[in-house]
């Protein structure tokens, strides 16, 4: 940065040099830009209208791809009104500055969830994507690119997403230009991540390694009338991303009177929509054996045999924090068998998630929380929702994380 009669002179930037570098929405010049664009209100109409234009094209260009369908269905201009409805102080709220978000490898479509908040939130955004070539991902950004060049030029300052691989210093530079870094990794991705210094006046949001439950009453499942939609829920909580997504259910705790019948009937009907949908890898197979073996090494379990390693099911005795060290993925269960609901307090540690659940009610959920106010849990959803994305995530607001609100006196 340099000085020239007392006004600031930002040095270009220059990544020609960075070769492990690729711009797959914006360019060089983006970046620059980035540096002297005024953050934008949040919620503003044209971030709106970008976003319901983005939605129409990737519904057709996605139509193939549920989670890229789910974007699409969630950036609605009809669901963006109603996400702003939610908040009273957007009169004095402007983004921060620049967003930097730096994307999961193992679930495509998150990158977009976070871009669309970091931009509704009134900021430009770097995004770095997942590297592994995922269709859905090259749908989404073909449709942005599309719309910056189009009917979208203006928004052209606030977009840049890029390829690079792990360890690159270019983490360490877009870290320094950015006034918001959203991680999204496990334990060691933000450990490493945190060596690039932040400017003094960022913040970080992290999305750090956590695991999920489900809670099903077994009673009110013998009673249900639609069965079939609930194994479908269920697989798409789970299977759908390998088991691999923080959201995703590791545990499955039974209330109720009648768990033999309800479990006999569900894990078959869940088979059967396995067996149509979801190929199994012979290295996730054995991943799967290596988790039986760990946990089974350590606690008293019991497999419960099934036709195949489709649905792998393992029961405990006693839930207890260590339990989800030895979580599997790719249909890989730990069953208990509870008789009150407050026998899940020693999961709900500040690592838990997600509550996904099916035949309780709010009394009794809001019962459980006040009386034991566990320091975990930050979703509660029913089966079939713990995918649904949200602008408040992980207990972050991200909206008002990602912006800032000015005094007026």
């Known amino acids: 940065m340099?000085?020239?009669?007392?006004?600031?002179?930002?040095?270009?930037?220059?990544?020609?040099?960075?070769?492990?570098?690729?711009?797959?929405?914006?360019?060089?010049?983006?970046?620059?830009?980035?540096?002297?664009?005024?953050?934008?209100?949040?919620?503003?109409?044209?971030?709106?209208?970008?976003?319901?234009?983005?939605?129409?094209?990737?519904?057709?260009?996605?139509?193939?791809?549920?989670?890229?369908?789910?974007?699409g269905f969630w950036c609605r201009q009809?669901?963006?009104?109603?996400?702003?409805?939610?908040?009273?102080?957007?009169?004095?709220?402007?983004?921060r500055g620049i967003a930097f978000h730096i994307a999961p490898s193992n679930v495509p479509v998150n990158f977009a969830f976070s871009f669309a908040a970091g931009l509704l939130a009134g900021n430009a955004n770097i995004i770095r994507i997942p590297s592994k070539d995922y269709t859905q991902v090259n749908i989404i950004c073909e449709a942005v690119n599309e719309l910056l060049k189009g009917e979208h030029k203006n928004l052209q300052p606030y977009v840049?997403?890029?390829?690079?691989?792990?360890?690159?210093?270019?983490?360490?530079?877009?870290?320094?230009?950015?006034?918001?870094?959203?991680?999204?990794?496990?334990?060691?991705?933000?450990?490493?991540?945190?060596?690039?210094?932040?400017?003094?006046?960022?913040?970080?949001?992290?999305?750090?390694?956590?695991?999920?439950?489900?809670v099903i009453n077994a009673d009110a499942y013998i009673s249900s009338g639609n069965k079939d939609k609930i194994a479908v829920d269920f697989y798409n909580d789970t299977?759908?991303?390998?088991?691999?997504?923080?959201?995703?259910?590791?545990?499955?705790?039974?209330?109720?009177?009648?768990?033999?019948?309800?479990?006999?009937?569900?894990?078959?009907?869940?088979?059967?929509?396995?067996?149509?949908?979801?190929q199994l890898a012979p290295v996730q197979a054995v991943s799967k054996l290596h988790s039986l073996y760990k946990i089974a090494s350590h606690r008293d379990v019991k497999l419960i045999k099934g036709e195949d390693q489709l649905i792998t099911r393992i029961k405990v005795n006693q839930l207890d924090q260590e339990l989800m060290a030895f979580k599997g993925n790719s249909g890989f269960f730990i069953e208990y068998d509870a008789n009150d609901l407050s026998?899940?307090?020693?999961?709900?540690?500040?690592?838990?998630?997600t509550l996904t659940y099916f035949g309780l009610n709010k009394e009794e959920i809001n019962t459980f929380f006040f009386e034991y106010r566990p320091r975990g849990i930050d979703r509660i959803v029913p089966i079939g929702q713990s995918m649904d994305f949200s602008l408040v995530w992980d207990g972050y607001d991200l909206i008002r994380s990602l912006s800032r609100k000015i005094s007026f006196l």
């Open 2 to 71: 340099q000085k020239s009669g007392g006004a600031v002179i930002l040095m270009q930037l220059n990544f020609d040099n960075y070769t492990d570098l690729e711009f797959i929405v914006g360019s060089n010049n983006i970046i620059n830009d980035m540096l002297t664009v005024a953050p934008m209100c949040s919620f503003s109409e044209e971030v709106v209208q970008f976003l319901n234009d983005l939605s129409k094209k990737i519904m057709v260009k996605g139509k193939d791809f549920s989670d890229v369908v789910s974007f």
């Open 78 to 95: 009809s669901a963006i009104y109603k996400e702003k409805s939610k908040y009273d102080d957007l009169s004095n709220r402007i983004g």
């Open 160 to 214: 840049c997403m890029v390829k690079y691989p792990s360890g690159s210093k270019l983490t360490e530079i877009f870290s320094s230009l950015c006034d918001s870094r959203i991680i999204w990794g496990g334990d060691a991705t933000i450990a490493e991540i945190r060596k690039s210094p932040l400017k003094p006046r960022a913040n970080e949001i992290t999305f750090a390694d956590r695991h999920s439950i489900a």
């Open 239 to 278: 299977y759908f991303s390998d088991q691999n997504a923080c959201t995703s259910p590791r545990v499955i705790i039974w209330l109720g009177e009648n768990k033999a019948d309800a479990k006999k009937e569900f894990w078959q009907r869940l088979h059967n929509l396995v067996m149509e949908k979801y």
């Open 343 to 353: 026998e899940i307090l020693p999961l709900c540690d500040e690592r838990c998630q």
